[in-house]
C-alpha cells in the first residue's frame, strides 16, 4: 500500500515484520475509525464557544457599567448621548470619557480571565497531547471537555446569584487546568490524521475547521436576540447542557485510535523528552519548514485570538454603536463566511494551489480584511469585512496538514500538542499585547490595533514565501517510524531508548 493511501493507524500499529494477515486487520479497523469520527465533537464545542464569545463580552461590559457607572450599558441605542457626536453639547465629552472607561475595564478583566485560562493549559496541554500517542487519543478529548463543564457551570452560578465577576476565575482556571480548547483541537486534529491517508488528510483536516467556524456562526446568528429577549441566564443554561451532552459523547460513543497499554502510565518527563526528540529530527531537513510553519502559526492565533473581541468592541463604540443583535450579525457573517472560504478553498483552489500557495491567500485575504477593519468609519464598510476576508480562515488548517505531513505517525499527537502549548502562551501574549494597545489609542484612534495586527500578519506572509520556496511538504515519505521500527543506527530514540532509523524514501511526487 502506498503511503499516500495509508492511514496513520497503519503506519502506527503495524511494524516491519507484521504479515498481510495483521494487515488486513489492521485495514479493517481503520475502516471502522472512518465512520465513527470527532466531526460532532468539534461541532458542539465550538457551537458552545461561539457562544461564550459574545456573551462573556456582553455580560462583563452590562456587570462593570452597572456596578462601577450605575449605567445599563446593553440597552443604550443609536439616539443615546453616548453615541452622539454633538461637540457643543459638554454631557458628550463626560459620557464619552465615561464609556472610554467601561471599555478599558472590560479589557482589563477580558486580560485576567485569558491570563487564569492560558496559563494552566501550557503544562496540560503539552502533557496529555504528547503523551496521547501512547495511550490513545480519547484522553485529549475527555479532560478538556469536562473542563469546559466546569467552565460552563460557573458561569452559570455566576448569572443565576449575581455572584462578583471575580468568581469567573474560578471557571478559568479550571479549564485551563484540564487543556483549554487547545488540547481539544490537539486531540481531534490528532485523531483525524490517525484515520486519514496523506491524500485526504488536506480535506478532513479542512472540514473540521469548517465545522468549527460554521458551529460558531450558527451560535451568533441568534445570541443578540437571546440576550435582549432573556438575558444571559438561559443562554449559559443551553451552553451547560450542550457541552455535558459531548462530554457524554466522547465517553461513551467514540473510539480511540490507539490500542491502551496497562504500562502506559502518563509521567512528567515523558512529554519534554518526546517534544525534545521532535525538535532534535532534521530528517530530509525539515526542521526549518517545521520552524517556519510554526513562526506563522503562532502569529496568525496571536492576532485572531484578540480579533474577535477588540473588533465587538470597536463596533459597540462610537460611531458605529451596535446594539446586542447587531454583533450576533456580524460575528455570525465573519464564521460564516470563513466556513465558505475554507470550503471553496479546498475543493476548488486547492486543485491549481499547493498548500504553502493556500496558506499565503488566507493570509492575505486576512490583512486586507483587518486593514479595512480599522479604516471603516461607517457600518457599511465594517459589514463589508466578512466578504474582503472570504479565505482568511484557510490559512490554520493547511498549516497543520503542511505540518502533519512533515513528522512521523507516532509523532502526530506530540507535534499537534506542541501547537497546542504555543496557542496556549499566545492566548497570553495576544490580550497583553493588543488590549494594551487598543487600552492606550482608544482616545486617538480606536482603528490603530488594527493596523498593528495587520502587519504583523505582513510578517507570517513574507514568512510563508520561504516555506513555498522550500516546497518540504511533499520532498518525502516517511515510511519507517521510529517508535515502531528498531534498526541499528547510531542515534537513540528520545521516548523508547532504542535506535533510531530517520531513513525516509523520496517521494513519488518529489
Not at 502533557?127 to 467552565?151: Q, T
Not at 499537534?416 to 495576544?430: E, P, Y
Not at 507570517?460 to 516555506?467: E, F, H, N
Request: charged share 15%.
Amino acid at each position: 500500500m502506498d503511503e499516500d493511501e495509508e492511514p496513520l493507524t497503519s503506519s502506527t500499529q503495524i511494524t516491519a515484520s507484521a504479515d498481510n494477515s495483521q494487515r488486513g486487520l489492521e485495514a479493517d479497523k481503520t475502516k471502522r475509525f472512518c465512520h465513527i469520527t470527532v466531526e460532532p465533537v468539534i461541532f458542539f464545542m465550538m457551537l458552545c464557544y461561539g457562544l461564550f464569545i459574545p456573551l462573556r463580552l456582553q455580560y462583563l461590559t452590562d456587570r462593570i457599567a452597572q456596578d462601577q457607572f450605575n449605567i445599563t450599558y446593553s440597552n443604550r441605542s443609536k439616539n443615546d448621548i453616548l453615541c452622539q457626536e454633538n461637540a457643543s453639547d459638554p454631557h458628550v465629552i463626560i459620557n464619552k470619557e465615561t464609556e472610554h472607561a467601561i471599555q478599558q475595564q472590560v479589557l482589563l478583566w477580558s486580560l485576567y480571565l485569558s491570563v487564569a485560562t492560558s496559563l494552566p493549559a501550557l503544562f496540560c496541554t503539552t502533557m496529555i497531547g504528547a503523551h496521547s500517542d501512547l495511550v490513545g487519543r480519547k484522553v485529549a478529548l475527555i479532560v478538556p471537555s469536562i473542563g469546559f463543564c466546569v467552565y460552563a457551570a460557573v458561569y452559570l452560578v455566576v448569572t443565576l446569584l449575581e455572584k462578583d465577576i471575580a468568581y469567573l476565575l474560578i471557571g478559568h482556571f479550571a479549564l485551563g487546568v484540564c487543556g483549554d480548547f487547545s488540547l481539544l483541537l490537539a486531540g481531534c486534529f490528532s485523531y483525524m490524521a490517525d484515520i486519514t491517508t496523506k491524500k485526504e488528510r488536506a480535506f478532513r483536516i479542512i472540514l473540521l475547521d469548517c465545522l468549527s467556524f460554521t458551529a460558531a456562526g450558527i451560535a451568533q446568528i441568534g445570541v443578540g436576540y437571546w440576550i435582549q429577549a432573556s438575558g444571559f441566564l438561559y443562554p449559559y443554561v443551553f451552553i451547560l447542557a450542550c457541552v455535558t451532552m459531548t462530554t457524554m459523547y466522547v465517553i461513551f460513543l467514540v473510539p480511540d485510535t490507539h490500542q491502551r497499554s496497562s504500562t502506559s502510565v502518563i509521567h512528567a518527563r515523558d512529554a519534554p523528552r518526546r517534544i525534545l526528540n521532535l525538535i532534535q529530527s532534521n530528517t530530509h531537513q525539515r526542521r526549518l519548514p517545521l520552524l517556519i510553519a510554526t513562526i506563522v502559526m503562532v502569529i496568525r492565533v496571536l492576532v485572531f485570538f484578540s480579533l474577535p473581541s477588540l473588533t465587538i468592541l470597536y463596533g459597540m463604540g462610537d460611531p458605529f454603536c451596535w446594539k446586542p443583535w447587531m454583533v450576533g450579525i456580524f460575528s455570525a457573517a465573519q464564521y460564516v463566511s470563513g466556513a465558505l472560504g475554507m470550503i471553496i478553498g479546498g475543493k476548488v483552489l486547492s486543485k491549481q494551489l499547493g498548500d504553502g500557495s493556500l496558506i499565503q491567500v488566507g493570509l492575505i485575504s486576512s490583512i486586507l480584511c483587518i486593514v479595512l477593519t480599522g479604516a471603516a468609519k461607517t457600518n457599511a464598510l465594517l459589514y463589508a469585512v466578512p466578504a474582503v476576508g472570504l479565505f482568511r480562515a484557510l490559512s490554520l488548517p493547511m498549516l497543520r496538514t503542511v505540518m502533519s505531513k512533515l513528522v512521523y505517525p507516532s509523532e502526530q499527537g506530540v507535534m499537534f500538542a506542541c501547537i497546542g502549548c504555543l496557542q496556549s502562551l499566545t492566548m497570553v501574549i495576544s490580550p497583553v499585547t493588543f488590549n494594551n494597545i487598543y487600552y492606550v489609542t482608544i482616545r486617538v484612534n480606536p482603528g490603530i490595533v488594527f493596523f498593528v495586527m495587520a502587519g504583523c500578519l505582513v510578517v507570517a506572509s513574507l514568512l510563508t514565501i520561504i516555506l513555498q520556496v522550500k516546497k518540504q511538504e511533499s520532498s518525502f515519505l516517511l515510511l519507517q517510524d521510529p517508535l515502531t521500527t528498531s534498526v541499528n543506527g547510531n542515534g537513540r530514540s528520545l521516548v523508547t531508548g532504542r535506535p533510531r532509523n530517520n531513513q525516509g524514501v523520496p517521494s513519488k511526487e518529489g
